[in-house]
């Protein structure tokens, strides 16, 4: 397979010529969506060759049952599975009673483009059919952020040699199931198939979680860009409906079906109205017009670039990187549902199932509060909020009492939905990421008033689980916390991973220091938080007594913390002595043999260090790096901006921009091997913090903004904005100054390399 097939380009993601090897490739890459559904890249018309058809809703999900061979206590019953929704999009096209069907027909000049700029997905290609006859064809799609239930199709055909039928049949499928089920179950019952004039709607639930479902679609015709009427047959099966078109057309005239479709679903209208709700939806649409939803499209987008765009002069493939990883964080997720969330793979495929792991809040917190209003992060904290009562009942089914809380690695309501032990019972370091995202929060908006408010419940109960997971040694007399799986999911069943231990002391203390604050400046929301949870001061002291007592690991002759007791005892051989046959190693060794090696997937140790750099002396990061990094293989999507952010905060700039390319571009060019089963979204986030964290040295501890610009000598220049309470800051950097200009009417102070700016509203510094 040809790795980089991708066409450079600053505003598009564009592929030239059709090569079926890179067929689901595509679809991942290529994908759309607009935060309350999406889909993969798959063509309209009929496609027989290897494809992976995905259509995704926002929230919808069904508990596939966990497929193990064996059970223990407090294993998930089910693994949740983001539901493939029944498919809008089809359209089956006929030339002269002979299928259009690009794998048994060679496409010439075939070319694809995501637009990112306005939101579009378009492609175009010739080909000659086994009757000879040769067509043009054209799609653009779209799903639209105006109407957030509609999308919207237009399909063209053009004889170029011959004059003949061109048959259209436009058609919803409801019959359709997951490519990872694990027993090959159908998800959907089909309840009522409404009929009309020119529109359809299936009204379909998922079995077990009952969610409804209306899938609608709505047709109309245009014969060289004048809309005509065409006669239709209809087939309605017991999962699919069909309309079947025909019109004979000159040589050279373009025959083009307008598609409209879309869902509405049971958890933003009542059940009863889902039917009407679609049809509202497709006349609507009808409404505006294909035209006028692609204008309203484009508008929108340019709202979202003015505030998240990231511009970079003289890189061509950097800039179009980080366009594409902010395009999809914002095509999957919109911030204005705090019942919805970021999954690792967004609506671009189904690996890893759930809708959140933590990814959410050590990630993409940053992205989201910096580039659009603080609200939307608060969505993802609500989230979390929402499903406290779940994370506590989670820790009981493992023997946590007393309200001690354990969140999730996998979830969709709240519920623990992970089928890996070492990931379920061991990865807890995840709880802590749920605390430092309010910590997070809280010192870049100065919304101190969400911890009274909702953030002191989650705290206490998370704070309550470290202290009872501790395990007080008599030997060292000091705490541990044994058997578990740190962010290096190449070590399981470990004891003292460093950055677990790091992260439940820190949980500790941050709660208890902020519960003294609440007591002394918040003192009814103190009381009622005291009464709901019934804590004590003896509960308090217990939790200091093991944040004070806490183990960590040490390496006397590196003078490093280990990332896990015994650490040592492996055979430390840097990855450039690996042999290219043995990468990527997750593929090519035995787990056994991976568990055994000194490998890392991701930033451990370093994660810690990059999360709490304010507590460490940079000399101590830098020395941790060098151990840690040549040893780490980057397997997991999470890695490489975090060693591009810490590379360039000792000013190695060689190896930030080494990293952040791999970032960038994890799935454009395919590092990994594996973009054909989705897209990295929350990763993404990440890509977007290698250059405003890492290039642009942008920190905010202490409620206090500081940057370090640095810039690569690849680039002339980059710059990029954020919002910061209240404030819209641009930085622009070249090789030889940076300028800071306030773009709002509220004044900015900034710390830059050390030194105090103020900038005063609609001002700018140049440094």
């Not at 030339?95 to 637009?115: G, P, T, V």
């Not at 309010?438 to 002191?456: A, R």
């Not at 470290?466 to 290096?488: D, E, F």
């Not at 571009?665 to 993404?684: A, F, K």
Request: glycine share 6%; net charge negative.
């Amino acid at each position: 397979m040809n790795l980089n097939y991708i066409i450079p380009n600053e505003w598009s993601i564009i592929e030239e010529g059709f090569d079926k090897t890179q067929a689901t490739a595509s679809e991942s890459i290529f994908s759309i969506g607009n935060g309350a559904m999406g889909q993969r890249a798959n063509f309209e018309e009929h496609y027989s060759g290897k494809t992976f058809q995905g259509s995704y809703i926002g929230g919808i999900y069904y508990p596939d049952k966990t497929r193990v061979g064996w059970w223990k206590n407090g294993y998930p019953e089910y693994f949740a599975k983001v539901l493939n929704a029944p498919n809008w999009i089809g359209i089956d096209v006929k030339i002269n009673d002979e299928q259009l069907d690009l794998n048994s027909c060679l496409a010439q000049d075939f070319y694809r483009e995501l637009n990112m700029k306005d939101g579009f997905l378009k492609r175009s290609f010739k080909t000659t059919l086994k009757n000879g006859n040769q067509v043009a064809v054209e799609s653009v799609r779209f799903l639209s952020l105006d109407i957030n239930e509609i999308g919207a199709i237009k399909y063209s055909v053009t004889p170029l040699n011959f004059s003949g039928e061109i048959e259209f049949t436009p058609y919803i499928d409801a019959g359709i199931k997951n490519e990872d089920t694990n027993y090959d179950e159908l998800f959907w019952e089909v309840l009522d198939i409404e009929d009309r004039d020119n529109d359809a709607v299936i009204l379909s639930k998922t079995l077990k979680t009952n969610f409804y479902v209306a899938t609608g679609m709505r047709f109309s015709y245009e014969l060289n860009g004048q809309t005509i009427k065409l006669p239709h047959t209809v087939i309605e099966g017991e999962k699919r409906i069909d309309y079947t078109s025909k019109k004979l057309i000159a040589i050279g005239e373009t025959l083009s079906l307008i598609k409209f479709g879309g869902y509405c679903q049971s958890m933003n209208h009542t059940e009863d109205e889902l039917i009407s709700c679609a049809q509202n939806n497709l006349s609507n649409a009808a409404t505006i017009g294909f035209d006028g939803l692609l204008k309203k499209q484009k508008e929108a987008w340019a709202k979202i670039w003015e505030t998240s765009d990231i511009i970079i002069d003289g890189d061509v493939k950097a800039q179009q990187a980080i366009r594409f990883n902010i395009f999809q964080l914002n095509q999957t997720y919109s911030g204005e549902d705090s019942r919805l969330n970021i999954g690792p793979k967004g609506f671009t495929g189904e690996k890893y199932g759930g809708s959140t792991y933590w990814d959410t809040e050590a990630y993409c917190i940053p992205f989201y509060m910096s580039t659009k209003d603080k609200e939307v992060a608060r969505n993802l904290l609500l989230y979390r909020y929402n499903q406290l009562d779940k994370a506590i009942e989670n820790a009981e089914k493992l023997g946590f009492n007393s309200g001690a809380a354990l969140y999730p690695m996998v979830t969709m309501n709240g519920e623990e939905c992970h089928n890996e032990w070492e990931i379920t019972f061991e990865e807890i370091h995840r709880n802590g990421a749920m605390i430092y995202a309010i910590y997070n929060y809280v010192n870049y908006t100065g919304d101190y008033n969400y911890i009274p408010e909702f953030g002191m419940e989650v705290m206490i109960a998370v704070a309550r689980f470290w202290h009872q997971r501790a395990t007080y040694s008599n030997a060292k007399n000091q705490y541990m916390i044994l058997g578990v799986t740190g962010p290096n999911e190449y070590e399981n069943n470990v004891n003292n991973n460093f950055y677990t231990n790091y992260l439940a002391k820190w949980c500790i203390e941050y709660t208890a220091e902020n519960l003294e604050k609440l007591q002394n400046e918040f003192k009814a929301d103190y009381d009622r938080i005291i009464e709901t949870t019934k804590l004590s001061d003896l509960e308090i002291e217990a939790w200091l007594k093991v944040a004070n007592l806490m183990y960590f690991p040490i390496s006397e002759k590196h003078n490093i913390y280990l990332q896990q007791d015994g650490f040592l005892d492996k055979e430390i051989i840097p990855v450039s002595e690996l042999s290219k046959r043995d990468r990527p190693i997750n593929q090519k060794w035995s787990w056994d043999r991976i568990l055994r090696s000194c490998y890392i997937k991701q930033a451990d140790v370093l994660q810690g260090m990059y999360l709490f750099e304010n507590n460490f002396e940079k000399e101590t990061i830098e020395k941790h790096f060098d151990f840690y990094e040549p040893i780490t293989v980057h397997e997991s999507s999470l890695s490489p901006c975090i060693h591009s952010i810490l590379a360039a905060s000792f000013d190695r700039m060689p190896k930030a921009y080494e990293q952040y390319l791999r970032t960038s571009r994890l799935d454009l060019d395919d590092y990994n091997h594996e973009v054909h089963e989705g897209l990295h979204i929350t990763s993404m986030a990440g890509t977007w913090s290698a250059i405003v964290q890492g290039f642009g040295g942008m920190r905010n501890f202490d409620g206090q903004l500081s940057f370090h610009p640095q810039i690569p000598k690849e680039w002339k220049s980059y710059s990029f904005k954020i919002n910061f309470r209240g404030s819209t800051l641009k930085v622009y950097k070249n090789q030889t100054e940076c300028v800071f200009t306030n773009e709002s009417e509220i004044p900015v102070q900034i710390i830059v390399d050390g030194v105090e700016k103020i900038i005063s509203k609609n001002d700018l510094v140049t440094i």
